[in-house]
Nanobody, 114 residues
């Protein structure tokens, strides 16, 4: 059973940066895609950034140019570098790995507030 564990969330001021990490208990190369999703209070969970096994990345329009998804295959870890954070980025951020089924982490809270 693969487990995904997110870390790196916290409280940051608008314009600040955070880097989220998603550590997998197994090889991330076993996933077709890995991605970051977020869910704000009262809203549906939405896709933020995705990286394919081949390294192709895609982003939600709302974060393109500010967020960067990357991975370290040797460390079985996927990252989300978040810059120029806005209050509307406040949400619980989840990591997902997609193989023959989806695997989700427990989430990490990101709060952008002055």
């Amino acid at each position: 059973q693969v487990q995904l564990v997110e870390s790196g969330g916290g409280l940051v001021q608008p314009g600040g940066s955070l880097r989220l990490s998603c550590a997998a208990s197994g090889s991330i190369s076993s996933f077709n895609t890995m991605g970051w999703y977020r869910q704000a209070p009262g809203k549906q969970r939405e896709s933020v950034a995705v990286i394919t096994r081949g390294g192709i990345t895609s982003y939600a329009d709302s974060v393109r140019g500010r967020f960067t998804i990357s991975r370290d295959i040797a460390k079985n870890t996927v990252y989300l570098q978040m810059n120029s954070l806005k209050p509307e980025d406040t949400a619980v951020y989840y990591c997902k790995g997609s193989a023959w089924r989806d695997y989700w982490g427990q989430g990490t809270q990101v709060t952008v507030s002055s």
